[in-house]
T-cell receptor, first 110, second 115 residues
Framework: QKEVEQNSGPLSVPEGAIASLNCTYS??????FFWYRQYSGKSPELIMF????GDKEDGRFTAQLNKASQYVSLLIRDSQPSDSATYLC??????????FGKGNQVVVIP | DARVTQTPRDKVTEMGQEVTMRCQPI?????VFWYRQTMMQGLELLAY????????DSGMPKDRFSAEMPDATLATLKIQPSEPRDSAVYFC?????????????FGPGTRLTVL
């Protein structure tokens, strides 16, 4: 079983809509969760982290964590063409390293 | 501004050749990570150093890959001999361990093509 799963295919959303991304993780003891954004041909950059159950908002981004169900999600409100990228979910795994999902591509259509 | 640097940015080589990739972490950071990214596998951790000591290299094929930190300002990843299946983008990231989870800052990557 993979440590972090992101199973959805590419997500196309119209400009101004909400993009919703989901991620599940296998280690029930995981405490810290991260969302990275990666533009095509570029390196990943951290956009959100969350440690506690519930929602965490930062601008147009909201991270949601449900430890009982072992999933973490990312909502992008008022999606802009500049949000078109691949979003990587990551979890702190053994030895304090990050385990990444394969990512979800988001395409915002003007 | 502080950033992770990697050289070379692109490398094309032939099967069997040695490849060396270099990374300069952000000054003051004490953790360095090497990742490999492919479409099929996503982002995989190859090696992880803290205070220049290797902590985890379980993701690295030991027979052909080696990672070192000769000093605090340089990390190297070497492949010898290289194979076509090694073609990928290799990222270096650095961070600073402290209270709470670490944030990692990624370099621009080295795109490796093995023919």
């Amino acid at each position: 079983q993979k440590e972090v799963e992101q199973n959805s295919g590419p997500l196309s959303v119209p400009e101004g809509a909400i993009a919703s991304l989901n991620c599940t993780y296998s280690d029930r003891g995981s405490q810290s969760f991260f969302w990275y954004r990666q533009y095509s041909g570029k390196s990943p950059e951290l956009i959100m982290f969350i440690y506690s159950n519930g929602d965490k908002e930062d601008g147009r981004f909201t991270a949601q964590l449900n430890k009982a169900s072992q999933y973490v999600s990312l909502l992008i409100r008022d999606s802009q063409p500049s949000d078109s990228a691949t979003y990587l979910c990551a979890v702190i795994a053994g030895n304090n390293r990050l385990a990444f999902g394969k990512g979800n591509q988001v395409v915002v259509i003007p | 501004d502080a950033r992770v640097t990697q050289t070379p940015r692109d490398k094309v080589t032939e099967m069997g050749q040695e490849v060396t990739m270099r990374c300069q972490p952000i000054l003051g950071h004490n953790t360095v990570f090497w990742y490999r990214q492919t479409m099929m596998q996503g982002l995989e951790l190859l090696a992880y150093f803290r205070n220049r000591a290797p902590l985890d290299d379980s993701g690295m094929p030991k027979d052909r890959f080696s990672a070192e930190m000769p000093d605090a300002t340089l990390a190297t990843l070497k492949i010898q001999p290289s194979e076509p299946r090694d073609s990928a983008v290799y990222f270096c990231a650095s961070g600073l361990t402290r209270e709470g989870p670490p944030e990692q800052f990624f370099g621009p990557g080295t795109r490796l093509t093995v023919l």
